[in-house]
């Protein structure tokens, strides 16, 4: 069954800078990877997302790549705010069937003021 | 926020109790995920519900169970409770499959198992 590894754990950035985290998938046949963000005791949320029939997708300042062949996406924020301060988690699902969800493990960003 | 509720909010019980948690899907939305989270992990797929029918499951044991109700909400049932399965519960819901299938959580159900 499909994989979805994620790194970093951690992540501390400073107010400004640029994050990115990046997850791997085993699964050739996922076409649809999403991005939620969850903030300590809420639900996660969509964040963006990304299909397999697109390299790049952007929305102000988050942005998710995809490398089919490699089997790698990942997801960029630019000028990082205290309010990016979460855990963030990749996912990605396959085709027919349940279409479940799998996630990774999560990356907890801290954004330093 | 999503249209999607859960209930009860928190819940504490003992082992070998069991348990029922209740999601409302967002409306307009046919499909029930559920996830289970335990602390400091991703959320991990139980099931899945479409129109009132299971359609998917992942690794879990047959004492974790669920129903769709023609409303399109959806109960989790937890029999013989044990330890481990203490975490929030999550619940997605979304339109069908494929392009629309963009899941969408609901706040969860923490769950304490003494």
């Known amino acids: 069954g499909e994989n979805v590894e994620q790194h970093p754990s951690t992540l501390s950035v400073q107010e400004g800078d640029s994050a990115v985290i990046k997850c791997t998938y085993s699964d050739s046949a996922s076409n649809y990877f999403p991005w939620y963000k969850q903030e300590l005791g809420k639900r996660p949320q969509l964040i963006i997302d990304?299909?397999?029939?697109?390299g790049e997708k952007k929305d102000q300042r988050i942005a998710v790549t995809l490398n089919k062949t490699a089997k790698h996406f990942s997801l960029h924020i630019t000028e990082t705010q205290p309010e990016d301060s979460a855990v963030y988690f990749c996912?990605?699902?396959?085709?027919?069937?349940?279409?479940?969800?799998?996630f990774g493990k999560g990356t907890k960003l801290t954004v330093n003021p | 926020e999503t249209g999607v509720t859960q209930s009860p909010t928190h819940l504490i019980k003992t082992r070998g109790q069991q348990v029922t948690l209740r999601c409302s899907s967002q409306s307009g939305h046919n499909t029930v995920s559920w996830y289970q989270q335990a602390l400091g992990q991703g959320p991990q797929f139980i099931f899945q519900?479409?129109?009132?029918?299971?359609?998917g499951r992942g690794n879990f044991p047959p004492r974790f169970s669920g129903l769709q109700f023609p409303n399109y909400s959806s109960e989790l049932n937890v029999n013989a409770l044990e330890l481990d399965d203490s975490a929030l519960y999550l619940c997605?819901?979304?339109?069908?499959?494929?392009?629309?299938?963009?899941?969408?959580f609901g706040p969860g159900t923490r769950l304490t198992v003494l």
């Open positions: 996912a990605a699902r396959s085709q027919g069937g349940s279409e479940k969800l799998v």
């Open positions: 519900y479409y129109r009132e029918e299971e359609n």
């Open positions: 997605a819901s979304s339109l069908g499959a494929g392009e629309q299938g963009t899941q969408y």
């Open positions: 990304i299909r397999s029939n697109v």
